[in-house]
């Protein structure tokens, strides 16, 4: 074989390897997914179990999470923050959202916005 042969087959072998992945991990965004509620916003992932992080795409392990949010200030008021429970499960992104009764409303509800398999990302066999 010529080595241009040899080089396109190495590099072939290592592409196809990079497919099969044993990533099973998810991600938490927040980040709107659906743009047209107008009650929704978007919101800064503060910590994840008690992690901080500023990251605006977060790599997490499937599990139940406890996620820290703050959404965005509103004029006159202090910044609002807000901790609730996601049940990730793997390969998947999940967008999360503050959801407020008004634009100018402080208090927020932190939600699932949406829930995007990965592609790419075949979850482990069930035990």
Known sequence: MHWQQRLILALATLALTGCASSFHGSYIVGERYFKTSIDTFPVIILSIDGTDTLQRR???????????????????????????????????????????????A??????????EPLAGCTPPPAK
């Open 106 to 115: 402080a208090a927020f509800t932190p939600k699932v916005d949406f829930a």
């Open 58 to 104: 977060t790599l997490v392990d499937p599990g139940v999470r406890q996620v820290s949010v703050q959404a965005p200030p509103v004029p006159g008021a202090p910044n609002e923050t807000a901790t609730f429970t996601v049940d990730v499960k793997p390969c998947f992104t999940y967008y999360i959202v503050a959801v407020r009764a008004n634009p100018i």
